[in-house]
């Protein structure tokens, strides 16, 4: 078979395998769903996150260390991830071949042929690996592996599924959706101004993988250093790395479609230096460096800010076992996989809510998706590939066990709007927060009062044998009778107070009859009063986990919102003692 | 200009009849084609002010046809397929309630994600019990539905019930968005317009509504009627303003062939979410009855309330819904343990 059959058969079954671990990336029970699919493997063999969490944090995490099996392969035989594996990659090159059909060869050969600017990807990677050194991962937004994962998951799946409902019953929400849609179609749009203009340009794992085949005994060259004009090696090039003349390891993709073409066979893969000579890497220039260090600069001022500490934003929830602010970026790849698995749909890629360096990290969004936090779900921390969401198990999620004495993971914590109540604001019953409160004993508990409503004042009456009949018609929209009202004579104590139990005729019953004298001892009146628990927010139970928001029939600005405060992650945010 | 093509009009002046006469064919056939098509989608009126839909009345009266002369049965034990298959063989055995080739629904509480034994939800023992006779009795299908507060799926799954609906061969309806259509209930205040999940009875001959015992501080309790608020889609909560009045008026939204209520164990405090075990407490009962406001009065009582203390299911008798006074029904009593 021919090597380039082989490549694209490799690049076709690890595209296909990307999507369908996409596909099984759906919390369930079917043999397509999440049993053991290893959702996190092509993320986890990518290098550039290994050695971006190990500069941040210090250590390699559990199955990044996949990593070093492509390191290894690079260090032998070079860039095979890039024209092998990498799914982005395969998008990019077919588009770029489809941008392509009909051209004619020169200019191929122009579009193939070496730039200057293929070295940007090398300061782009300079720049983000110093940046994690500093602490903060921003990889994953350049990386093409986490990019490919949250622009299929968070945008191009549920654009596709929404209205089929194969993965999904509900439709999925992603704030922003649009914007990852963007940026990847826009990626793919550049192929058509010139091939794998990412791969060539911008992608720093690219990078990092030139660097890495500097010294590959085995590589790509040229056997004898005469040769035609013909240029047939470059009409294919995918990585642009002239491999007519003095051939930029660095550069080279192994796409072998020079390799492959060469009409003299005078291309080969082999342990000799080639013949025409060998550059390693595009030539950097100063101009290059000093971008990458100011960007740097800037980037350290992204401490200065406080955003971790003092500064934090009250509206950031974190996924349930998220590390403090700090470790957190030290960690999250913004790859998406915990907002594809919720089950609620409610972590959400963030815009700004973290700051400009927590772009596209996981914010919990209450509004949105199907209900809370579940109590018994602790899918998100399990499939992330970094722990930046730590994998939880449920007795520590529910502070069972072990955990007792530390208590539940808590998320923030939910305070009660008076002003949007309805029972604070409004006088009418409601208590849906309290209802849907998972926690036992819940975490929101109601005092009971009974206030008076606004049409309901010293209203003149006159009892009728069992019943009490209001002189003046009540207005209809309040449904006396709904068991939630209650009457009293103008001016009684609470005691006094007699439940609306039903209507005969015109006469109120109710569930103890008034008396002539009672009702003369207060003037002849009475009140309409209404009975309403309003709930309370125990802080000291509340795990933040949004069902009373998700649930609050206050529907645009909830009337109970949860906020960071008293998080389990964060030592700032702690506010009881 | 020396490349015009040369069956091009002149540039200038003189302009031929015959072009100009097409030209004026063109304009005059697109000015007409414009005219006409205002014409069909002409709106004097305006948009008004809400999108109206032709709406529902009903869930539909699912009631046994000839039902047997036992009308309830309470079963006393802790087995609860056992006390199912006894409390229906009061009532004359599901032949009464399910002939060959019925379609089933049984109406589920499957409202959160919780485990069975936090008692939130419908036990699934309960439920492939009931799933059970109505395949012994001949159905040809039986379906389960509700439409959760949590995720559906997790609820579900995590609940138990999709592993009793695998291994009884029913099937769960998850509520997808196309099962919902508008309903108003004639006579009623606040099912007026409003989304219930009415796909789901689509070809269904008989319904069943399975339920947990629960305590409620808002409605008082949550049982079979309460459970019917699963039919209801979306932003429902706002009728937690008038619980008793929803629940009423959910109560004739369809007559139920039969419930079962299942008060094995009754969840007693910290409902209807529960969430720990000492919420619960061992009631060994099970209500089998064709009439949702009797069961509904048993489990006020094992609960430990009064009627009073939980206003809806007198007002859903008032309303025709059935009866609030159970005994009334002469209940058979049965105990599995005996």
Redesign the interface.
């Given at each position: 078979m021919r090597i380039v059959t082989v490549r694209r058969l490799s690049q076709i079954f690890f595209l296909a395998l990307f999507l369908w671990f996409c596909v099984t990336a759906t919390?369930?029970?079917h043999w397509w769903q999440l049993r053991g699919w290893p959702i996190n493997w092509i993320l986890e063999l990518d290098p550039l996150t290994a050695l971006a969490t190990v500069l941040a944090t210090g250590t390699l995490y559990k199955n990044l260390a996949w990593a070093l099996v492509t390191i290894a392969l690079t260090l032998f035989v070079g860039r095979f991830f890039c024209g092998f594996a990498c799914p982005l990659g395969a998008i990019n090159q077919f588009t770029g071949w489809l941008g392509r059909l009909g051209k004619g060869t020169e200019g191929r050969v122009e579009a193939n042929g070496h730039r200057r600017a293929q070295a940007v990807k090398y300061y782009l990677l300079l720049f983000l690996l110093a940046l994690a050194l500093m602490g903060s991962v921003q990889t994953g937004i350049f990386d093409p592996l986490p990019l490919i994962h949250r622009s299929v998951n968070l945008a191009l799946a549920p654009l596709a599924d929404n209205p089929l409902?194969v993965l999904s019953?509900?439709?999925r929400s992603y704030v922003s959706a649009w914007l990852l849609g963007f940026l990847f179609l826009g990626i793919v749009g550049l192929n058509l101004v010139l091939p794998r203009f990412f791969c060539r340009f911008v992608c720093p794992l690219g990078a990092l993988f030139g660097l890495l085949s500097r010294f590959t005994p085995w590589r790509l060259g040229k056997t004898t250093d005469r040769c035609g004009d013909c240029r047939i090696c470059e009409h294919y090039c995918e990585g642009a790395c002239r491999p007519s003349g003095k051939i930029i390891g660095g550069e080279c993709v192994l796409c072998f479609n020079c390799m492959d073409r060469c009409p003299a066979d005078r291309l080969t893969f082999a342990t000799k230096p080639s013949a025409a000579g060998e550059a390693g890497l595009p030539d950097l220039s100063r101009r290059g460096f000093v971008v990458a260090g100011t960007g740097l600069l800037l980037t350290s001022m992204w401490g200065i800010g406080g955003l971790a500490g003092a500064n934090r934003n009250p509206h950031l929830i974190r996924p349930p076992g998220a590390l403090d602010e700090e470790r957190f970026l030290a960690r999250c790849l913004r790859c998406g996989q915990c907002m594809r698995i919720c089950?609620?749909?409610i972590i959400q890629p963030a815009l700004l809510e973290a700051g400009i360096e927590g772009l596209w990290t996981p914010a919990v969004n209450y509004r949105l998706?199907?209900?809370g936090c579940?109590?018994?779900?602790i899918a998100c921390g399990q499939v992330c590939p970094t722990a930046a969401i730590r994998p939880l198990s449920l007795e520590e999620k529910q502070g069972l066990g072990e955990f007792a004495h530390q208590g539940p993971i808590r998320m923030g914590t939910a305070f009660v709007d008076r002003g949007r109540c309805?029972p604070w604001a409004m006088d009418?019953?409601?208590?849906?927060c309290?209802?849907?409160?998972?926690?036992?004993?819940?975490a929101i508990f109601?005092r009971t009062v009974f206030e008076t409503i606004r049409e309901g004042e010293g209203l003149p009456a006159r009892v009728q044998g069992q019943t009490v009949v209001l002189e003046a018609a009540f207005p209809a929209h309040t449904?006396l009778?709904?068991?939630?009202f209650y009457l009293r004579p103008r001016g009684a104590p609470d005691a006094g107070l007699r439940?609306i139990?039903?209507l005969a005729g015109v006469g109120l019953i109710l569930?103890r009859p008034l008396t002539g004298e009672e009702l003369a001892a207060a003037g002849g009146k009475v009140d309409i009063v209404v009975r309403l628990?309003r709930p309370f927010v125990d802080a000291a139970r509340c795990t933040g986990c949004g069902?009373c928001e998700h649930?609050?029939?206050v529907?645009g600005l909830r009337a109970i919102r949860v906020y960071s405060e008293n998080e389990s992650r964060s030592r700032p945010g702690r506010m009881l003692i | 200009m020396s490349s015009r093509p040369k069956d091009a009009a002149p540039e200038t002046g003189d302009i031929t009849r015959r072009d100009f006469l097409k030209r004026v064919g063109y304009a005059s056939a697109l000015a007409l084609a414009a005219g006409g098509l205002s014409y069909v989608l002409y709106d004097a009126k305006g948009p008004p002010p809400s999108e109206g839909q032709k709406a529902l009345t009903g869930l539909g009266d699912y009631a046994a046809k000839a039902p047997g002369a036992a009308k309830m049965a309470i079963v006393r034990g802790t087995d609860r397929a056992l006390m199912v298959e006894r409390g229906v063989k009061a009532l004359g055995g599901m032949e009464v309630f399910v002939q060959k080739g019925d379609r089933v629904l049984l109406k589920v509480n499957a409202a959160?994600?919780?485990?069975a034994s936090l008692g939130a939800t419908t036990h699934p023992e309960t439920l492939a019990a009931v799933a059970g006779l109505c395949f012994k009795a001949g159905a040809a299908q039986v379906l389960i539905t509700d439409n959760p507060?949590?995720?559906?799926?997790?609820c579900f799954?995590?609940s138990g019930m999709?592993q009793a609906a695998r291994s009884s061969g029913s099937r769960i309806i998850?509520?997808?968005?196309a099962l919902f259509a508008p309903l108003s209930l004639p006579g009623g205040?606040l099912i007026q317009q409003w989304p219930v999940m009415a796909g789901v009875f689509q070809g269904v001959t008989k319904v069943m509504v399975i339920s947990p015992v629960k305590d409620?501080?808002?409605a008082g309790a949550s049982l079979t009627l309460k459970n019917l608020y699963g039919f209801l889609g979306g932003?429902r909560?706002?009728f937690?303003?008038?619980?008793?009045?929803i629940i009423t008026e959910l109560a004739q939204l369809l007559k139920p062939t039969l419930c079962v209520l299942d008060g094995t164990v009754t969840m007693m405090?910290?409902?209807?979410?529960?969430?720990?075990l000492?919420?619960l407490k061992d009631t060994g009962t099970m209500v089998v009855s064709t009439d949702p406001v009797a069961a509904d009065a048993v489990g006020v009582e094992l609960l430990g309330r009064t009627l009073?203390e939980v206003?809806?299911i007198?007002?859903a008798a008032?309303a025709g819904a059935g009866v609030a006074d159970y005994q009334a029904l002469k209940p058979v009593l049965l105990d599995t343990k005996a």
């Amino acid at each position: 078979m021919r090597i380039v059959t082989v490549r694209r058969l490799s690049q076709i079954f690890f595209l296909a395998l990307f999507l369908w671990f996409c596909v099984t990336a759906t919390l369930g029970a079917h043999w397509w769903q999440l049993r053991g699919w290893p959702i996190n493997w092509i993320l986890e063999l990518d290098p550039l996150t290994a050695l971006a969490t190990v500069l941040a944090t210090g250590t390699l995490y559990k199955n990044l260390a996949w990593a070093l099996v492509t390191i290894a392969l690079t260090l032998f035989v070079g860039r095979f991830f890039c024209g092998f594996a990498c799914p982005l990659g395969a998008i990019n090159q077919f588009t770029g071949w489809l941008g392509r059909l009909g051209k004619g060869t020169e200019g191929r050969v122009e579009a193939n042929g070496h730039r200057r600017a293929q070295a940007v990807k090398y300061y782009l990677l300079l720049f983000l690996l110093a940046l994690a050194l500093m602490g903060s991962v921003q990889t994953g937004i350049f990386d093409p592996l986490p990019l490919i994962h949250r622009s299929v998951n968070l945008a191009l799946a549920p654009l596709a599924d929404n209205p089929l409902g194969v993965l999904s019953d509900a439709p999925r929400s992603y704030v922003s959706a649009w914007l990852l849609g963007f940026l990847f179609l826009g990626i793919v749009g550049l192929n058509l101004v010139l091939p794998r203009f990412f791969c060539r340009f911008v992608c720093p794992l690219g990078a990092l993988f030139g660097l890495l085949s500097r010294f590959t005994p085995w590589r790509l060259g040229k056997t004898t250093d005469r040769c035609g004009d013909c240029r047939i090696c470059e009409h294919y090039c995918e990585g642009a790395c002239r491999p007519s003349g003095k051939i930029i390891g660095g550069e080279c993709v192994l796409c072998f479609n020079c390799m492959d073409r060469c009409p003299a066979d005078r291309l080969t893969f082999a342990t000799k230096p080639s013949a025409a000579g060998e550059a390693g890497l595009p030539d950097l220039s100063r101009r290059g460096f000093v971008v990458a260090g100011t960007g740097l600069l800037l980037t350290s001022m992204w401490g200065i800010g406080g955003l971790a500490g003092a500064n934090r934003n009250p509206h950031l929830i974190r996924p349930p076992g998220a590390l403090d602010e700090e470790r957190f970026l030290a960690r999250c790849l913004r790859c998406g996989q915990c907002m594809r698995i919720c089950p609620g749909n409610i972590i959400q890629p963030a815009l700004l809510e973290a700051g400009i360096e927590g772009l596209w990290t996981p914010a919990v969004n209450y509004r949105l998706g199907m209900s809370g936090c579940l109590p018994n779900c602790i899918a998100c921390g399990q499939v992330c590939p970094t722990a930046a969401i730590r994998p939880l198990s449920l007795e520590e999620k529910q502070g069972l066990g072990e955990f007792a004495h530390q208590g539940p993971i808590r998320m923030g914590t939910a305070f009660v709007d008076r002003g949007r109540c309805l029972p604070w604001a409004m006088d009418r019953p409601c208590l849906v927060c309290h209802e849907l409160c998972p926690v036992s004993p819940k975490a929101i508990f109601t005092r009971t009062v009974f206030e008076t409503i606004r049409e309901g004042e010293g209203l003149p009456a006159r009892v009728q044998g069992q019943t009490v009949v209001l002189e003046a018609a009540f207005p209809a929209h309040t449904n006396l009778i709904s068991g939630d009202f209650y009457l009293r004579p103008r001016g009684a104590p609470d005691a006094g107070l007699r439940r609306i139990t039903g209507l005969a005729g015109v006469g109120l019953i109710l569930e103890r009859p008034l008396t002539g004298e009672e009702l003369a001892a207060a003037g002849g009146k009475v009140d309409i009063v209404v009975r309403l628990l309003r709930p309370f927010v125990d802080a000291a139970r509340c795990t933040g986990c949004g069902m009373c928001e998700h649930e609050c029939p206050v529907s645009g600005l909830r009337a109970i919102r949860v906020y960071s405060e008293n998080e389990s992650r964060s030592r700032p945010g702690r506010m009881l003692i | 200009m020396s490349s015009r093509p040369k069956d091009a009009a002149p540039e200038t002046g003189d302009i031929t009849r015959r072009d100009f006469l097409k030209r004026v064919g063109y304009a005059s056939a697109l000015a007409l084609a414009a005219g006409g098509l205002s014409y069909v989608l002409y709106d004097a009126k305006g948009p008004p002010p809400s999108e109206g839909q032709k709406a529902l009345t009903g869930l539909g009266d699912y009631a046994a046809k000839a039902p047997g002369a036992a009308k309830m049965a309470i079963v006393r034990g802790t087995d609860r397929a056992l006390m199912v298959e006894r409390g229906v063989k009061a009532l004359g055995g599901m032949e009464v309630f399910v002939q060959k080739g019925d379609r089933v629904l049984l109406k589920v509480n499957a409202a959160f994600a919780t485990p069975a034994s936090l008692g939130a939800t419908t036990h699934p023992e309960t439920l492939a019990a009931v799933a059970g006779l109505c395949f012994k009795a001949g159905a040809a299908q039986v379906l389960i539905t509700d439409n959760p507060i949590n995720n559906p799926d997790s609820c579900f799954e995590i609940s138990g019930m999709a592993q009793a609906a695998r291994s009884s061969g029913s099937r769960i309806i998850p509520p997808r968005g196309a099962l919902f259509a508008p309903l108003s209930l004639p006579g009623g205040r606040l099912i007026q317009q409003w989304p219930v999940m009415a796909g789901v009875f689509q070809g269904v001959t008989k319904v069943m509504v399975i339920s947990p015992v629960k305590d409620h501080q808002r409605a008082g309790a949550s049982l079979t009627l309460k459970n019917l608020y699963g039919f209801l889609g979306g932003r429902r909560n706002v009728f937690h303003q008038d619980i008793n009045g929803i629940i009423t008026e959910l109560a004739q939204l369809l007559k139920p062939t039969l419930c079962v209520l299942d008060g094995t164990v009754t969840m007693m405090t910290n409902g209807p979410t529960g969430g720990s075990l000492s919420d619960l407490k061992d009631t060994g009962t099970m209500v089998v009855s064709t009439d949702p406001v009797a069961a509904d009065a048993v489990g006020v009582e094992l609960l430990g309330r009064t009627l009073g203390e939980v206003p809806y299911i007198q007002m859903a008798a008032q309303a025709g819904a059935g009866v609030a006074d159970y005994q009334a029904l002469k209940p058979v009593l049965l105990d599995t343990k005996a």
